[in-house]
Nanobody, 116 residues
Framework: QVQLVESGGGLVQPGGSLRLSCAASGSIFGISLMGWYRQAPGKQRELVAHITYGGGTNYADSVKGRFTISRNNAKSTVYLQMNSLKPEDTAVYYC??????????WGQGTQVTVSS
């Protein structure tokens, strides 16, 4: 089993920045892909960004140029640097990890609210 613990959410004004962190623990061998998803009220969960063990990245079009995902494999931690935040970025952000061919793990979620 893998446990994912997120931190770094909060309230920020439009145009501001936040950095989310997600630390993996437990049986972490074989984790390949790590990423961030988000779910706004009344909407489906959507991919924000993910990163491979080798550092390859993929971003949702809505966050390209504003968000940066990074990963520290030695610490089994993934980060999401969010800049130029907009009200529409408001959501619960979930960390995700993929292990092997078909094991998916989720964090408990952290709230990000962008409001003046």
């Amino acid at each position: 089993q893998v446990q994912l613990v997120e931190s770094g959410g909060g309230l920020v004004q439009p145009g501001g920045s936040l950095r989310l962190s997600c630390a993996a623990s437990g049986s972490i061998f074989g984790i390949s892909l790590m990423g961030w998803y988000r779910q706004a009220p009344g909407k489906q969960r959507e991919l924000v960004a993910h990163i491979t063990y080798g550092g390859g990245t993929n971003y949702a079009d809505s966050v390209k140029g504003r968000f940066t995902i990074s990963r520290n494999n030695a610490k089994s931690t993934v980060y999401l640097q969010m800049n130029s935040l907009k009200p529409e970025d408001t959501a619960v952000y979930y960390c995700n990890a993929v292990q092997g061919p078909n094991k998916y793990y989720w964090g408990q979620g952290t709230q990000v609210t962008v409001s003046s």
